[in-house]
């Protein structure tokens, strides 16, 4: 019978950050379950963990070391913007969920952005009304990265007045209205939301305002490297947002909801388990223990709808996964009657904020990011 671990165990044999040990965990490499007596903790696989500890001791070719740095988890860049430390996200020092707790977009804007006060998030009204939602986002983006100057050998300052401008106008193509207002406020006019629904939308955009080097974030690093304006490096991070696997999550937990309405939710989690498809909304690489973003923003919600309810329990049942902020923000927009595309919305919005932080970040660096390719194809 194998032998399992708990992370602290696993950490020590292995030598390694807790984020290096999730994303072996996330490739297969290391075999995970649920701790039996405390499932809120997890348990890692003894035979794997000793299987990789002896070939990191033999050490890796460079071409092998070269192969795996654009894997899950690589490659790390030095930044001094967040970090996932100990199962809590935090924002240059400060604990994200005790931030969402009163702060704003625009406040937590000013602290990764390295400023002394809150950001502005205005946008001129258009001269005639336009259409919203996820196509518009895109369209004026671009149409602003088209005429927007390059970043390189500008400050930091000039930067962060142009960034604040694009999210203006990304804000109001995603349904903010115009006016002085913090920007959770005019997102929640635009949706028609009351009060205590604007204040759960607030605490989601700051919680999504950074996380990491994820997909998004180092697209639009790898753009700011070339120069590129940050109109065109929040578009490079839009982009890649938009994939299913990374913002788009969102609309997999809605089809799963949809699923369970229809057959239930013990059968709609057999059915995607059958079909060797994910859970989405469910476990999250950086958080085995939990998603504390996803905890935060469910406390708001107290009166769940009942079949979200059944399916979390049945998912947690089924995996032994906690709810991730994919979920959340589905209870969030069924709990305040949002459009079905609202997740996506205030994904993009929040995370915005975070794309600028590391766009400036890397641009003041000075260095470009371009990897090499390990060429396996025909020669002359």
Known sequence: MSEWLSREEALERLGVRPQTLYAYVSRGRIGMRPDRADPRRSQYRADDIAALATRRARGRSPSAIAESAIAWGEPSLVTAISTVWHGSLIYRGRDAVALSDHATLEETAGLLWALSGPVHFEASPPDAPRPTGRAQAFVQLASLAGQARPSLGRNAASLCTDAAHAIGVLASALGAEAGPEPVHQRLARGWSVDDDGADAIRRALVLLADHELNASTFAARVAASTGASPAACLLAGLTTLSGPRHGGAGEAVMQLAEDAMRHGADAAVRRWLGHDRPLPGFGHQLYPEGDPRATALLADFDNTNETLRSLETAAMAAT??????????????????????????????????????????????????????????LLP
Do not use: K, M, T
Not at 358 to 363: A, W
């Open 320 to 377: 032994g996964a906690q709810p991730n902020i994919d979920f959340a923000l589905a209870v969030l927009a069924h709990g305040l009657g949002l459009p079905r595309d609202a997740p996506f919305h205030l994904f993009a919005l929040g995370r915005s904020v975070g794309w600028a932080a590391h766009l400036v970040e890397q641009i003041v660096s000075g260095s470009i990011i371009r990897p090499r390719g390990r060429y396996e194809g």
